[in-house]
């Protein structure tokens, strides 16, 4: 039989690992609604933050944080015989791992945002979990306040999921935006987004695409059953995006966001990728904007499902660990076995990245001189990709500039096809660096 640690009359202690921006946010919001949550769960549940790991004492902290309780030692945090519960906040695949597998080991269950622990170990995590009939809740990895994880899990649980398409990295979609709309200088837009508490504690994962490629993975994981290797996933980031290609995109219509795809076919291979896309202006996903996500799912029952809200920060993502505080609450007086998720196959297949088909955007960096366009379309022509549209700005005060950005729409094709026609196209003199290609999505 499965024994629980022992709790007294439904209150709960919680050990917070990490009290940064949204370790913070789940004390404050404690603090602001825990009445609430208490009147709402019957009147039964009450959740106190008994301890809190830090990894710089000397930090100061915002006035709600009660330094009583902080310390720099996680085996006393896990250990702590108050503690019922672990909040995984600290981020990062190797310490959250040894806190979350020890709490696991212990029956606590977990609530974690960390997507990049579960996408890059969640194998071994939902193993312990299965093992020792402990879960591991973890709405806040995935698009902040949104509640896509319980939707996916719970709410459509009677679907097939045909797809999930969205945007999923809130940093990303902040700094397009301030690019686009304002102008701004790619650097400038990102330290504001590390200002708001947006980004990641390295950022990098932000700009690469790879938090949302994690948070891709799980959606995935959830939908289709079974553990994705990362390194199976095709991955680009918005670094490649440049001004130009936001204003090319404009004049053509259409506004770049950070896209994530993922779609089963009818083989039952599952595609999945990230990628910077071009997406029609009037499309839904073309306004949002800012730290705002939006994920529309396609299940074969509800059809089109579109979740939308603040995809990061502090209060928005808080307000998603403490609705899985409540659901881990409740799993410790439920011997039944509990809610969090399980994936249920060991295997699936993915679809090779080569085999995935859009139109493109397709943007060369070339030397202009008398058959350019020419050349490039010789070469695509002879690996039977269309063109639907060239385009190159004329430079009004150097009409004879020597170094010009060329554009080329390309109808559908295997993305495996135009890799193939690029590298040919990469070879030819006139052709000064690697094409930059963003995918054109017809949603
Ligand atoms: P953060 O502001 O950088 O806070 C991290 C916290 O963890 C800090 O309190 C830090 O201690 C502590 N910490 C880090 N390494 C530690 C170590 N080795 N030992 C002890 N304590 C350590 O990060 P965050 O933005 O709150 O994000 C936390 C997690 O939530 C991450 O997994 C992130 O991906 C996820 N998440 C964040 C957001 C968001 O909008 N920020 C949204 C969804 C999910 P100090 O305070 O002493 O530095
Ligand atoms: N850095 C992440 C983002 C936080 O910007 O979306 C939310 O997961």
Redesign the pocket.
Known sequence: MVTFPSVTSQHYGIGL???????TGVIRALLRNGDLIRQRTGGELTLLVKRV????LT?SRHSDVDHELIT?D?HELVNDPDVHIIVE????TD?AFDIVSRAIELKKPVVT????LLAERGAELFALSKKYNTPIHFE??VA?GIPIIKSVQEAFVGNRVNSLVGIIN?TSNYILQRMSESGLEFATALAEAQAL??A??DPTLDVNGWDAAHKAILLATLAYGFPINPAEIHVLGIEQVKPIDIDFAKQLGYVVKLLAVIREHDNGAIEIRLQPSFVSKNHILASVNGVFNAVAVNGDGVGEALFYGRG???DP?ASAVVADLVEAARSLSNENGHRGFLPWRDNGRLLAIEETTTAYYVRFDVTDRPGVIAEIARVLAEHLIGISGTHSPVNLENPDAAFVDMVFLLHSCPYGKLQKALAEIFTLDCVNSAPVVFRIEHL
């Open positions: 690992a990490g009290c940064g921006t949204v370790g790991l830090v990894r710089d930090k720099t996680w906040l600290i981020g990062g310490l945002g960390n997507k990049a806040a990895a902040g809130g508490g947006y990641e504690s990061a920060g502090q993502t």
